[in-house]
């Protein structure tokens, strides 16, 4: 049984049996495949799983496939630590792609406990980044730097009145931070500050006090259906404010999701844009995908190719004999690692591997545009 279909549609049960059955090297995940997020994290496993199977047809790592075993969390942070506490007990060598602040810092405990490495968590969160954890290996941008540079860029566009809309957990207070100190640095304050919870997000309360607020931009910071429940009852209720949302929307889903309304939508992205052959990881990306019949790499899928790629950079330096310590050890002397016009570098002192950041527009066609 291969692992290029048993993974993130199988129930947990599957999955475990699946990767006991037939991985040589076993790599875990867990991510809300259900849940707010799940279309998201979804189209990210689907670029890591274009990056792995072609290793594995390739074969593999020092002659090993290489499993990567998923599991449902739905969103949640609890059950994100119950299945990498599972995944830990199947011998996983490390954990890959977690989704979601607060879900990443349930499973940290986990990481120095058992010695594990966890190796691109989906999710821009500073806490991840300082102070450097020993065992967690980032591979994309800081929310903070996405949300700073976006009040940045509303600010230089002639933009006066900008809102504020985050939802009330770690992972919003965390890009808050960031895009509080953009409007610092312009000289500005929101005209308008608004929380939502995350377990039971309902807009209605606070869209007219954005509407009242007369914003011209409202940067949005939440999770895939609930910024777009958020935009939605926003044009509704008659604003016509610019909205912007950070990369962890950059999915075709996200675009599916707003409908109508994703027109003109302003996604930040941490990866170059998805359709310039010009850089070499999205070429090989984009040629890998049209073998499989796919017809575009999106952000999402990018991301979870290039985390992928730095994954299996570390098993390969770590290999014959992989073990979680010598993959951690061979992570951190990553030194100007090229992964396709990307360089990625580790130290005992910076786990932050890339630091790119940009932004992007939803066109008419839903593809994003730079």
């Known amino acids: 049984m291969k692992s290029t279909w048993c993974h993130w549609v199988a129930v947990a049960s599957c999955a475990l049996a699946c990767g006991a059955a037939s991985a040589q090297i076993r790599i875990g995940q867990t991510a809300g495949f259900s849940g707010a997020a799940a279309a998201g994290v979804k189209e990210t496993t689907e670029g890591a799983k274009l990056y792995l199977d072609a290793v594995n047809k390739a074969g593999g790592v020092a002659n090993q496939q290489i499993e990567l075993i998923s599991l449902d969390d739905k969103f949640e942070p609890p059950l994100a630590a119950e299945n990498a506490h599972k995944l830990i007990d199947q011998g996983v060598v490390a954990l890959f792609l977690t ?12 990481l120095a406990q058992n010695h594990v490495p966890l190796v691109a968590p989906s999710t821009g969160a500073m806490a991840l980044h300082q102070p450097v954890n ?6 994309r941008a800081t929310y903070q730097r996405e ?9 230089l566009i002639g ?16 890009a808050a931070t960031g895009a509080l100190a953009g409007f610092t640095a312009v000289g500005k304050q929101p005209v308008a500050h608004e929380k939502f919870d995350r377990n039971k997000p309902d807009m209605a309360p606070l869209i007219p006090k954005i509407v009242k607020s007369d914003a011209q931009a409202v940067v949005f910071i939440g999770s895939g259906n609930m910024v777009a429940d958020g935009v939605k009852l926003l044009r509704q209720g ?3 404010a610019q909205v912007v949302t950070l990369s962890n929307n950059a999915s075709a889903g996200f675009v599916k999701s707003l409908g109508d309304y994703a027109r003109g939508t302003v996604v930040s992205q941490v990866f170059p844009y998805e359709r310039s052959l010009s850089t070499p990881i999205v070429k090989e990306a984009m040629e890998l995908a049209h073998e499989r019949g796919m017809s575009e790499v999106t952000p999402a899928m990018l991301e979870g190719y290039a985390a992928a790629k730095v994954l299996v950079e570390g098993l390969k330096r770590a290999a014959p004999n992989i073990s979680r310590e010598k993959l951690k050890t061979a992570l951190e002397a990553f030194k100007r690692v090229d992964i396709g016009g990307l360089e990625v570098s580790y130290s005992s002192t910076d786990h932050s591997g890339l630091d790119y950041a940009d932004l992007s527009i939803i066109g008419e066609d839903g593809k994003f545009k730079r």
Do not use: C, K, Y
């Open 99 to 110: 989704r979601g602040t607060p879900h990443t810092q349930a499973v940290v405990p986990l």
């Open 134 to 139: 020993p065992w967690v290996f980032n591979v």
């Open 147 to 155: 949300a700073e540079r976006a009040v940045r860029h509303l600010s």
């Open 159 to 174: 933009m006066e009145r900008i809102a504020l809309i985050q939802v009330d957990d770690s992972f919003g207070a965390d």
């Open 238 to 240: 008659g604003s016509r």
